[in-house]
C-alpha cells in the first residue's frame, strides 16, 4: 500500500505501507508481484494485529510525480513509474512513482525529493520545481509505517530519466488512463496510493493544467490520506479513507452500500477504488 512506499525508499507513500525505495516498469507478469507487508498480510492470514502499544510513529517520506506531455499525438500528459525489482520483500515488482525516505541530511522533504528523483532515475530538479499534490500516511496496522508528500514536477527540457539498476527494475512513461488500464487487466501492479493520483491526474489536457491544478491544491491545503485496513465480511482486505463510514468505526458501523464508500478493496493483487476522484 501506500498508498507506499519506500530509502529505504518509499515510492509511495502510504496505501500499502511506505518506506522502501520507489517503482520502475518492466514486462511480466503482476501475478509476480512480491509479498504483502507484515501488517496486510496477518490480515490476509486471518490473524488479528498485536493489540499492544501504540502504532508505529512515521518517518517522513518524498514521492516525486513526474509529468510530460503525451508523445503519442493524442495530447494530455505522461507520468514516469518505476518497476521495483520483483525479488523485494515489499512490493516486489509494483510500480510506483520515484521517491524515498526524508534523511537528516535533506533538512526537508522537497531536497529528499530531488535528492531521490536523481539517485534513481538521473533527473536533476531544484527544489523550487515541486509542487505539493497530496500527503499519504501508512496504515497503523504495519509495524513500518511512512508519512510521505507527493509532489508534482514537469519534466525539464533536454532531460529524459533512466532507471538505476538493484532495487528497480526499469520505468516508463504511461498516460494515467493507461497505468490504470494496465493494473485493471492484471498486466502491472499499483499500490494504492499510486492508483489513486492516477485517477486524479487522468483526463487533465496537457502539463501546464496539471501544475495549475498542484497549485490550486497547494492553495487549498492537500489532502491528508491515512488508509485503515479493514477485514470486509466476505474475507477480503478493504483500505478505508476519511469520509467511507467504516473509517472511524471500523468494527460497530455495518457495511455502508457501494455508493457511500471511500475505499480501497484488495481483489488478488488488484486494487478497486470505490468512491475514488471523478475522471
Not at 509511495?12 to 505501507?17: C, E, F, K, L, T
Not at 523485494?88 to 537528516?104: S, T
Amino acid at each position: 500500500m501506500a498508498s507506499g512506499a519506500e530509502a529505504e525508499r518509499t515510492g509511495d507513500g502510504g496505501g500499502n505501507s511506505a518506506g522502501d525505495r520507489s517503482e520502475h516498469a518492466s514486462g511480466g507478469s503482476a501475478a509476480a508481484a512480491g509479498p504483502y507487508p507484515p501488517g496486510i498480510a496477518r490480515l490476509l492470514a486471518g490473524e488479528q494485529p498485536p493489540a499492544a502499544g501504540p502504532p508505529a510513529a512515521p518517518r517522513p517520506a518524498a514521492t516525486v510525480v513526474l509529468v510530460r506531455e503525451a508523445v503519442a499525438g493524442a495530447g494530455g500528459i505522461e507520468v514516469y513509474l518505476v518497476q521495483r525489482a520483483r525479488g523485494m520483500k515489499f512490493l516486489g515488482g509494483a510500480h510506483v512513482f520515484p521517491g524515498g525516505r526524508v534523511e537528516e541530511r535533506d533538512g526537508t522533504p522537497e531536497r529528499a525529493a530531488v535528492r531521490e528523483l536523481q539517485e534513481e532515475t538521473g533527473v536533476r530538479l531544484v527544489p523550487e520545481a515541486l509542487l505539493p499534490w497530496s500527503r499519504w500516511i501508512t496504515p497503523e496496522v504495519e509495524p513500518r509505517r511512512f508519512d510521505a508528500l507527493f509532489y508534482l514536477a514537469a519534466l525539464p527540457a533536454g532531460q529524459q530519466p533512466r532507471p538505476v539498476e538493484g532495487e528497480l527494475v526499469s520505468g516508463l512513461w504511461l498516460a494515467p488512463a493507461e497505468a490504470v488500464a494496465r493494473a485493471e487487466r492484471g498486466a502491472l501492479v499499483l499500490a494504492p496510493p499510486t492508483l489513486w493520483t492516477l485517477l486524479e491526474l487522468r483526463g487533465l489536457p496537457d502539463v501546464a493544467a496539471a501544475l495549475a491544478r498542484a497549485r490550486e491544491r497547494a492553495a487549498a491545503g492537500i489532502e491528508t490520506f491515512a488508509p485503515r485496513a479493514l477485514l470486509l465480511p466476505d474475507g477480503r482486505l478493504a483500505l478505508t479513507l476519511a469520509g467511507d463510514p467504516a473509517h472511524d468505526e471500523p468494527v460497530a458501523a455495518p457495511e455502508p452500500p457501494p455508493a457511500r464508500q471511500r475505499r480501497f478493496i484488495l481483489d488478488g493483487q488488484r486494487w478497486i477504488v470505490r468512491g475514488g476522484p471523478a475522471a
